[in-house]
């Protein structure tokens, strides 16, 4: 079956460090991943949608800038928290769409705490 | 505004039970259904979908019913095991995650 693999699974930095989240389809090829987030016990809330060679789509709240994300090829996507603090501490998880449009394909997420 | 929500954020279950997790919609526009699984650390992992021309959906010990007329939808989960322990959500089309059921299995 799909996989979609996420990395790192989990980090800690301090307050201020940038931190990279990468997000791989592995055995197709999706021109469309998503990016949640999920804090505890609660829902996954869309935070922007990865489109293969073109700007993402970021949901309404936000910050594009905040949240840099890249997908420079049909099988990675990668997620930039910048200059992170401790609010933006949260679980993330990415998912992706194989080219048949099923259902995503999840990846095991990205517990990121801040200092 | 459109909004998936769950009846019940808590559900818990003798091994060997069935369970159902149910799920409301508020739009009529929804044409496309999905339950996933969420175990504890991990990503939602997909269960079963269904489609509006469609009032009932059978896998591996789940059924998926979707009742079009009180906008609603169950997952139900025969001889429910320990492993089946979960959150539960249902997603309209393929973005909209619902509330969330977390449904604990006892032995």
């Known amino acids: 079956g799909a996989v979609v693999s996420q990395h790192p699974s989990w980090v800690i930095c301090k307050s201020g460090t940038s931190v990279k989240i990468e997000c791989r389809s592995l055995?197709?090829?999706?021109?469309?991943m998503f990016w949640y987030r999920q804090f505890p016990k609660q829902s996954l809330m869309l935070m922007a949608t990865?489109?293969?060679?073109?700007?993402?789509?970021?949901e309404q709240g936000v910050e594009k800038d905040k949240f840099l994300i890249n997908h420079a090829s049909l099988t990675l996507s990668t997620l930039t928290v910048t200059s992170a603090h401790p609010e933006d501490s949260s679980f993330y998880i990415c998912?992706?769409?194989?080219?048949?449009?099923?259902?995503?394909?999840f990846g095991d997420g990205t517990r990121l705490s801040i200092l | 505004g459109e909004s998936v929500g769950l009846h019940l954020p808590t559900l818990s279950v003798q091994e060997g039970d069935n369970s159902i997790i149910n799920c409301a919609y508020s739009?009529?526009?929804?044409?496309?259904f999905i339950w996933y699984k969420q175990e504890s650390g991990k990503g939602p992992q997909f269960i079963i979908d269904?489609?509006?021309?469609?009032d009932k959906r059978q896998g591996q010990r789940v059924t998926v019913l979707l009742n079009k007329t009180v906008k609603h939808l169950s997952l139900q989960i025969a001889a429910t095991q320990p492993g089946d322990s979960a959150v539960y959500f249902c997603?309209?089309?393929?973005?909209?995650f619902g509330q969330g059921t977390e449904l604990s299995v006892k032995p």
């Open positions: 998912s992706a769409l194989d080219p048949d449009n099923q259902p995503q394909h």
């Open positions: 055995d197709f090829q999706a021109t469309t």
């Open positions: 990865s489109n293969e060679g073109s700007k993402a789509t970021y």
């Open positions: 739009n009529s526009a929804s044409d496309y």
């Open positions: 269904i489609r509006s021309n469609m």
């Open positions: 997603v309209r089309g393929k973005l909209i």
